[in-house]
C-alpha cells in the first residue's frame, strides 16, 4: 500500500471526494504553503538555526500537507513529479549556468 493509497481512504472515508479537484487541491496547496510560511513569520536570521523541537515538529507537519497537495496534483495529471522535477533542476541548470552573472542577478533583485 502505498502513501497515495493511504491517502485516498482517507479522502473516501471522510466523503472529501467531491472538494478534490485539480482546481481545489492547487488553492489548497497554495493555503497549506502560507501556513508553513507563517511558521518564519517575524523570525531573525539568528532564530532559524535554534528552533525548538515543537516548532520543527509543526513545520514537519506543514510540509506534509504541502507534500500531500503536491503528490495528489500530480497524480491528478498522471505526472512523475520525480522525473518533472528532475527535468525542471535541468532546465534550470542550462538558465543559470555556472559563471553566469544572470544568476546573481536574479537572487540580488539586480537590474
Not at 488553492?27 to 523541537?53: C, P, R, Y
Not at 538558465?95 to 537590474?111: F, H, I, N, S, T
Amino acid at each position: 500500500k502505498t502513501i497515495m493509497d493511504d491517502y485516498y481512504d482517507l479522502i473516501q472515508t471522510r466523503g472529501w471526494q467531491p472538494y478534490t479537484n485539480a482546481k481545489s487541491v492547487a488553492m489548497n496547496l497554495h493555503v497549506e504553503a502560507g501556513e508553513l510560511a507563517e511558521h518564519f513569520t517575524w523570525l531573525l536570521e539568528s532564530d532559524l538555526n535554534k528552533l525548538s523541537e515543537a516548532k520543527k515538529s509543526a513545520i514537519g507537519d506543514e510540509l506534509g500537507d504541502v507534500m500531500l497537495n503536491v503528490l495528489h496534483l500530480a497524480d491528478l495529471y498522471e505526472i512523475d513529479i520525480l522525473k518533472t522535477t528532475q527535468d525542471k533542476l535541468e532546465k534550470s541548470k542550462k538558465a543559470y549556468p555556472l559563471g553566469d552573472e544572470k544568476l546573481r542577478k536574479v537572487y540580488l533583485r539586480e537590474d
